[in-house]
């Protein structure tokens, strides 16, 4: 039996609250939604504050609304009388969004952020009442660990927090504790692989490999997020094992991010993570995201000199469908 209780259908009962798909145009008003909102209970944690660069998060919601776009829903005002300037006093304007990926049978929460004077209403509840979906699909999230609402509210609705994800960063100064890459085990940039080939070849044999290795740890495929991945300017490479066979898939990038990461066997994780933090030289610090279940990997990474970054993320879910123990996700926002 489900323990997700049914969704509730029909209109939201919120006074002057308008609910509606997001459009292209909105997505300036959610990133600084975004950042207020975290700015607004980080503030009262003494944490840092989120820089005022929104390009990041603009790009993340860009690729969100265009995958997506059934599944990107904002709250605004409901338009008033006109002001006496005969202006719309802002109405239209979002005042909150949710934000959700459906991939295979995952459905996974990216975003829920209601601006800080509006929260405590029923809005975020509203918004993930509209964007949940109808059928047996997992739902999943994660959410701060230091935010009771949200996570009361997202166990509310079946996803209970389950596993914290935490985040490094620095550079390794005893990568050797990650241990070396098995011999035997090769990798390959896909760069090479996708031009190793003619007609496309390369590139159907790489996405079959991805879709395999990314069914079989995270359990599902997101090629449209391998793409953004890719135009984001993280570097692909592929990890075969002696007969030819792939073993494994991870990003690393010039800013830094090391991951997604995705491996058959589960000892291969450290090796593949310790290959990713020397294959791209950064330009400052690496940073990766480690679910606890992947122990091996954290505890060796902590040994080679990184650094745990502020408190933990907890991945939720409704019903299991990732080992994450061989599986590192892309960010806290994008499985
Ligand atoms: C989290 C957030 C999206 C929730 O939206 P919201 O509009 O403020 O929340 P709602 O009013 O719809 O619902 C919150 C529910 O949680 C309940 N709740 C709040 N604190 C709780 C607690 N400590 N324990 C149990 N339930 C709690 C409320 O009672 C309410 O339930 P009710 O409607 O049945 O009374 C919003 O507060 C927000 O944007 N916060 C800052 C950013 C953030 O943390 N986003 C999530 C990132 S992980």
Redesign the pocket.
């Known amino acids: 039996m489900s323990v997700v209780p049914e969704r509730r259908p029909g209109p939201v009962p919120l006074d002057g609250i308008r609910l509606r798909p997001a459009t292209q145009g909105d997505l300036p008003s959610c990133g600084e939604?975004?950042r207020d909102?975290?700015n607004?209970?980080m503030g009262r944690l003494n944490l840092p504050e989120i820089p005022p660069e929104l390009g990041p998060i603009g790009r993340l919601h860009r690729h969100l609304q265009a995958t997506d776009p059934e599944r990107f829903w904002v709250a605004t005002r409901d338009a008033g009388p006109p002001g006496d300037d005969g202006t719309s006093g802002g109405a239209d304007r979002p005042i909150?969004f949710?934000s959700a990926t459906r991939r295979d049978e995952v459905w996974f929460l990216s975003?829920?952020?209601?601006?800080?004077g509006?929260?405590?209403?029923?809005?975020?509840?509203?918004?993930?009442r509209r964007i949940r979906p109808a059928d047996s699909a997992a739902l999943a999230?994660?959410?701060?660990s230091a935010?009771?609402?949200?996570?009361?509210?997202?166990a509310?609705h079946g996803m209970v927090p389950r596993m914290p994800l935490l985040s490094l960063s620095g550079r390794p100064d005893r990568q050797e504790t990650l241990g070396e890459l098995p011999s035997g085990i090769t990798p390959v940039p896909f760069a090479a692989i996708a031009a190793g080939a003619p007609d496309g070849a390369g590139h159907r044999e790489l996405s079959a490999a991805v879709d395999a290795l990314d069914r079989e740890s995270a359990g599902f495929t997101h090629p449209q997020d391998h793409r953004f991945l890719r135009a984001e300017g993280r570097t692909g490479f592929l990890y075969r094992g002696p007969d030819g066979a792939p073993v494994g898939y991870g990003y690393a990038s010039e800013v830094g991010r090391v991951g997604p990461v995705a491996v058959r066997d589960e000892a291969l994780l450290a090796p593949v993570v310790g290959h990713l933090l020397s294959a791209v030289e950064p330009r400052d610090a690496s940073a990766v995201w480690v679910p606890g279940q992947a122990d091996r990997t954290l505890i060796a990474l902590l040994a080679a000199g990184m650094r745990l970054d502020g408190f933990p993320?907890l991945l939720c879910w409704s019903r299991p469908f990732a080992d994450f123990g061989r599986y590192l996700p892309i960010s806290?926002g994008l499985l």
């Open positions: 939604i975004w909102g975290l607004d209970y909150a949710a975003m829920l952020f209601v601006r800080p509006d929260q405590g209403r029923g809005i975020g509840s509203a918004l993930l999230t994660g959410t701060d935010q009771p609402i949200s996570n009361a509210l997202y509310r993320v806290p």
